[in-house]
């Protein structure tokens, strides 16, 4: 009688979409694989019960119970608790014991990390960061997070919250933050601090020449239709690419307040390798350039790193999710 290997439940709740696979311990592939975008509005029950939703269509699908669940969310959790502390995204997720949550609906050992953690992880037993012993994983999108893998192990700190490079304060008095501060790093990089910083310089000009503002941002203010208000960070980067001044600013911008935090991160913990992750990534070689000169203008000469991109893409979180389910069956 043949034996069925393990199946590895992957879960992924994300800012804006929730992604969930199956796979087999050992394998680099997706035996199934469901993504959903989530509508705006909506609060963590509706997150909760969409995502059981796919994980139970997903073990229907290869007719196999889940040996074991890893899930990778997306805001703060306490880990060894299976905790979810909050989310920035959505409400009604404050406190909640996920892990036993799923564990009680899926009948299967159920453990839990942050997203940035889990995608270091990712990336480290899959991705871009096999073969190296210290990593950093940083996610820029909708906001940044951080992931530390240190001597070839996860470091979650004292209390799980390592890696929060977002929460780094490189411009004192800036944009506020959705952790109530100013000149945080996600504040000031994301993809939303991009897009509030192209509105404020939009604002700026609309009181100076017309020829000034239609030069500087014509092709920007053609993708948003004329409205500031429909300006995403992917019309950035395209108007960037076609020569927009006023989207190159605002990615320059970006960029060197990211290459801050990360000098910074590197000057204390000297990792062998930088893993950028997440939408605001796919900027353009600009972004890229930018990133690179900067940290590496702010960090020791003798310090050697390697700044890449992530190797998993936006599956990144979920292979991590898939990593951590292995570990429980190991």
């Given at each position: ?18 992604t ?7 394998r ?20 909760y ?10 073990i ?7 040996a ?5 969310f ?18 009604g ?12 609906e ?33 996610t ?13 192990r ?6 799980g ?5 977002g ?17 945080c ?31 500087r941002?014509?092709?920007?203010l053609?993708?948003?239709e ?43 913990m000297?990792?062998?390798?930088v ?6 990534t796919k ?8 990133v690179?000169?900067t940290?590496r203008?702010q ?11 992530a ?13 951590l ?5 190991r």
């Amino acid at each position: 009688m043949m034996t069925l290997s393990p199946l590895l439940l992957a879960l992924d709740f994300g800012g804006t979409k929730l992604t969930a696979a199956v796979a087999h311990p050992g394998r680099r592939t997706w035996l199934a694989h469901r993504r959903v975008f989530l509508p705006s509005g909506v609060d963590g029950r509706y997150e909760y019960d969409t995502m059981l939703d796919l994980g139970r269509d997903l073990i229907e699908e290869v007719d196999q119970p889940a040996a074991a669940v890893g899930v990778s969310f997306g805001g703060p959790v306490y880990a060894p608790a299976g905790l979810v502390r909050r989310s920035f995204h959505a409400p009604g997720w404050e406190n909640t014991p996920l892990a036993e949550w799923l564990q009680a609906e899926l009948n299967a050992p159920v453990v839990i990390d942050n997203d940035a953690n889990a995608a270091a992880l990712g990336e480290f037993r899959f991705g871009a960061g096999q073969g190296c012993q210290h990593v950093l994983y940083v996610t820029i999108s909708t906001g940044i997070g951080g992931g530390w893998i240190l001597n070839g192990r996860p470091y979650a700190g004292a209390d799980g919250l390592a890696g929060e490079i977002g929460h780094l304060v490189v411009q004192p008095g800036g944009f506020l933050c959705p952790c109530g501060k100013r000149g945080c790093l996600e504040a000031e990089a994301s993809g939303p601090a991009m897009v509030q910083r192209a509105r404020l310089y939009l604002a700026k000009k609309k009181g100076k020449a017309r020829s000034g503002h239609s030069s500087r941002a014509r092709r920007l203010l053609e993708l948003a239709e004329g409205d500031p208000d429909k300006i995403t960070a992917q019309m950035i980067s395209e108007a960037a690419a076609g020569g927009d001044k006023l989207s190159q600013k605002v990615i320059r911008e970006a960029a060197e307040r990211l290459g801050l935090g990360l000098s910074g991160a590197i000057t204390l913990m000297n990792p062998d390798q930088v893993i950028l992750g997440g939408g605001v990534t796919k900027s353009g070689e600009l972004w890229w350039q930018i990133v690179r000169e900067t940290t590496r203008a702010q960090t020791h000469s003798e310090i050697s790193v390697e700044i890449v991109p992530a190797a998993l893409g936006d599956d990144a979180p979920l292979w991590g999710a898939a990593a951590l389910a292995e570990d429980v069956i190991r």
